[in-house]
C-alpha cells in the first residue's frame, strides 16, 4: 500500500519548482539592486563592402587577355613601302639601260610574307615572287641572301646597289 505522504510530496516538488524559479534566478545574480540583468548589446561597425571573390568552375575555361608584344622592329607595311618605293629607282635603271621595265604591278600588289627579324622581311612581289627587304641596309636581295641569286628580271631591271645580288647561271 503507498503513502499519501509519498504521493503528495512528489505533487508539489513541481509546483515548487515553477514558484521558485524567479528567486532562483534572481538570487544567482550579483546585482544588489534586483532589477534583471541587462539584455547583451551588439556593436555595429560600418566596414565597406566586400566582393565576394568566385573562382571559375573549370580553370582551363578562363581566357586570359592578350599581350601585346612590344615591337622589336620595323613593321611589314613598312618593309613593302620601302619596296614599293624602289620603283622609281628601278624604271629609271631599265631606262638608262635599254630594258624593260618591270611592270607596276609587281610593285603595287607586293604583301609583305615573312619578318625574318633585325629589320629584314621577305615579301612577295605581285609576281609571287619571293625577295628580301632589308630595312637596316636599305636594300632588297634574294632569299639567298645579299651574295645570292638575284631573280633575273631585277637582275636586270633595277640598280646593282639598291638591288643586291648575282645572276642565276
Do not use: K
Not at 503513502?3 to 512528489?10: K, L, V
Not at 615591337?71 to 613593302?80: L, Y
Not at 636594300?139 to 631591271?157: A, K, R
Amino acid at each position: 500500500m503507498r503513502s499519501t505522504r509519498t504521493a503528495s510530496s512528489s505533487l508539489l516538488l513541481p509546483v515548487l519548482a515553477v514558484a521558485l524559479a524567479p528567486v532562483l534566478v534572481a538570487c544567482g545574480d550579483d546585482d544588489s539592486t534586483g532589477t534583471a540583468p541587462a539584455a547583451p548589446t551588439v556593436e555595429v561597425v560600418d566596414e565597406p563592402a566586400v566582393d565576394p571573390v568566385t573562382e571559375p568552375a573549370d580553370p582551363a575555361s578562363v581566357e586570359e587577355a592578350p599581350v601585346e608584344e612590344a615591337s622589336s622592329g620595323p613593321s611589314g607595311e613598312e618593309a613593302v613601302a620601302f619596296f614599293r618605293s624602289t620603283e622609281a629607282d628601278c624604271a629609271a635603271f631599265a631606262v638608262a639601260v635599254g630594258n624593260d621595265v618591270l611592270p607596276a604591278y609587281y610593285f603595287d600588289e607586293a604583301v609583305a610574307v615573312q619578318d625574318l627579324g633585325n629589320g629584314s622581311w621577305v615579301i612577295a612581289d605581285g609576281s609571287g615572287v619571293e625577295l628580301v627587304v632589308d630595312l637596316s641596309a636599305g636594300v632588297v636581295h634574294g632569299l639567298d641572301g645579299p651574295t645570292g641569286v638575284l631573280p633575273i628580271e631585277y637582275s636586270f631591271g633595277c640598280p646593282e646597289d639598291l638591288y643586291l645580288g648575282s645572276l642565276a647561271e
